[in-house]
């Protein structure tokens, strides 16, 4: 059964039709060109140049919104040419309240790149709600949350944050659900009026694109946010999408075992006397388990957990693995693992770190699809050696 009706068929399916071109071909086509014919000056078939609109793009960009129960979502270069679209939106003068613990690329351009430009954020604990409030301006123009975080996993109550921050005038909530991915959470049924993705984790799920994109209802946002892709020209290219849109096609089989595997890596690390807390949204120790449960279908497929001992001995830990791979990033078929403090999450400032737990015995596990005994047996030889050194 789906976590979303029709889901894995849309993903399938939506956009895609072979009617929408001449060959009549059941897969869609790449389109290269980066211009297109016009019948007379100004009279066109909808492309004119692709950095305005590509046909390969348009097919993933209507996916994915049938994906978010969305109206519309617009493609970029990257996840962070997401986040830089959306942060256009705003202008000099204009505050964010920011979940604390968020991706370490959006601390450092919130924190080295935004206040340049004469922006502020304050970083802002969400699991508390008056928080939130607490955090209100009146120069507030835009609410950003993610949910699950990265990388400590926390979950913020994403309808209640939404109807504080739509208590307020023109306020708009942005949540980066990368980790979730579309399978298992759709913010803007939740309140949110702008969801981002890193595209290049779970939505492509093959770790050889990188794209981010934006997904809406409004009309309006859309709009502004089809003019950032325009006229920044942060797009991605037409190969990119069609592998994307590739990807997206298997999200629903893939999620399953992300999620099955991660329970399993989960309560295996619970029950191992070398590890001294596991963060995992799925499992009942979890702070915010309830939470979860009732905005998620699902709990998705990373996993972080504190080993015992120092920052050598998590070292030695992703030394032994085998099956798992030490790297960046996230969300592909392949298991990966990191330390945050030194890798992802290495220019977040040392004392933010700090306050929030990311430490340097904190590893963060990206669980794939590989066989979940292999999976487990890597975890238990890789921990019995660290600490055993």
């Not at 209640?160 to 921050?165: D, G, L, N, Q, V």
């Amino acid at each position: 059964m789906s976590t979303f009706p029709h889901f894995a068929t849309n993903a399938t399916h939506a956009g895609q039709s072979p009617d929408k071109w001449n060959s009549m071909a059941v897969i869609p086509p790449i389109s290269l060109s980066t211009t297109f014919k016009q019948h007379g000056p100004g009279v066109h078939n909808g492309f004119e140049y692709t950095r305005g609109g590509n046909p390969t793009r348009q097919v993933f960009e209507e996916c994915v919104a049938s994906l978010e129960g969305a109206k519309h979502a617009l493609a970029y270069s990257s996840g962070l040419g997401a986040t830089t679209a959306i942060i256009h939106l705003l202008k000099s003068g204009d505050h964010i309240v920011c979940v604390n613990d968020v991706y370490g690329g959006t601390n450092r351009y919130f924190q080295k790149i935004c206040a340049k430009f004469g922006l502020t954020v304050t970083f802002v604990n969400t699991l508390e709600l008056e928080n939130i409030e607490a955090a209100i301006q009146p120069n507030t123009r835009m609410m950003w949350l993610e949910s699950p975080t990265n990388p400590t996993l926390r979950i913020t109550d994403l309808e209640e944050a939404s109807k504080i921050a739509h208590a307020h005038t023109d306020i708009t909530v942005v949540v980066d659900n990368t980790f979730a991915s579309s399978y298992f959470q759709r913010p803007l049924d939740l309140g949110a009026d702008i969801v981002m993705h890193s595209v290049t984790k779970y939505m492509n799920g093959h770790t050889d694109v990188l794209m981010g994109v934006a997904v809406t209802n409004s009309d309006e946002l859309r709009e502004k946010l089809f003019f950032m892709q325009y006229a920044m020209g942060a797009v991605p290219s037409p190969f990119d999408c069609y592998l994307a849109n590739r990807g997206v096609k298997t999200l629903a089989i893939r999620m399953k075992q992300h999620q099955l595997n991660a329970f399993a890596v989960a309560r295996h690390l619970e029950s191992s006397p070398h590890v001294e807390k596991v963060i995992y949204p799925g499992l009942l120790s979890h702070p915010q388990h309830e939470i979860a449960k009732k905005q998620m279908k699902g709990f998705s497929g990373m996993v972080s957990f504190y080993i015992k001992g120092d920052g050598q001995t998590a070292a030695n830990f992703l030394k032994h693995i085998k099956v798992f791979t030490l790297a960046e990033s996230l969300g592909g078929y392949e298991s990966l693992a990191e330390i945050p403090s030194v890798m992802t999450h290495a220019s977040v400032p040392e004392k933010q770190r700090a306050e929030l737990g990311i430490t340097d015995t904190l590893i963060r596990l990206s669980v794939g699809i590989e066989e979940t005994d292999d999976l487990v047996a890597d975890i238990e030889q890789a921990l019995a050696a660290a600490c055993q050194a």
